[in-house]
């Protein structure tokens, strides 16, 4: 029985042999799934959903195991880029963080009127009402007052809620020769039952108009129904 050592030749084809086995695992995970988009790669999770997703396909056809992720995108690859990405559905555009279009359509409510004549209202009026059903809301309203008389002129606007103070108001002042202010109002109410949102204004003096007045409503999120 020989029982020589091995030579020294042996020895080195030996850990040649055991590094290359060591070595191709990473260097097959290294690559994943384009050669040239190593784990380091600063862009490789984009990359790799890209993929993933079929947006891309690779740049070298008709192999494709590279990315070519430093060539400048021609329009001709960007549109192929985005025809994938809608047939795939790989977005839904149709819902916000669960909710549906139909839904997220409904927690949104608005009104408006293009002109109102408050000429002489000495007293607050109702310019525009908005119904609300009971949820937590973020209400938002806006007034024009529009003068067209020839010497200035102001209004007090108020957007009334359930819980807010209805002796806080806005004060526009407009000057003559058909000049325009407005006043904006911005609140978060919730109430349990329907409930009424009014704007209301009354006249300073001096052939005053409210125009394009609006209130929009959105029901805050965790509040929908069920």
């Not at 919730?190 to 300073?204: M, N, W």
Request: charged share 15%; aromatic share 8%; hydrophobic share 45%.
């Amino acid at each position: 029985m020989n029982t020589r050592p091995p030579t020294k030749l042996t020895t080195v084809a030996l850990t040649a042999i055991i590094a290359v086995l060591l070595a191709a695992p990473t260097a097959v995970w290294a690559a994943h799934q384009f050669t040239d988009v190593p784990n380091s790669h600063t862009f490789h999770n984009a990359i790799d959903w890209m993929k993933t997703n079929n947006i891309t396909v690779g740049c070298n056809p008709p192999s494709n195991t590279q990315y070519c992720p430093d060539d400048n995108v021609t329009r001709g690859q960007m549109a192929a880029f985005m025809k994938r990405l809608a047939e795939n559905q790989v977005v839904d555009a149709g819902t916000l963080q669960g909710v549906e279009v139909g839904d997220l359509a409904n927690t949104v409510y608005t009104t408006s009127v293009a002109s109102w004549d408050i000429a002489g209202v000495a007293d607050f009026l109702p310019v525009l009402t908005l119904s609300l059903r009971g949820g937590d809301w973020l209400i938002m309203a806006k007034a024009w007052h529009f003068n067209t008389g020839s010497t200035d002129g102001w209004a007090d606007c108020r957007l009334v809620s359930p819980n807010a103070e209805d002796n806080t108001w806005v004060d526009v002042a407009a000057a003559d020769n058909n000049d325009q202010a407005a006043a904006s109002f911005l609140l978060v109410d919730a109430f349990e039952d329907t409930s009424t949102i009014e704007l209301q204004c009354r006249d300073g003096g001096h052939s005053v108009q409210i125009r394009d007045a609006v209130i929009t409503a959105f029901k805050l999120h965790g509040s929908f129904e069920q």
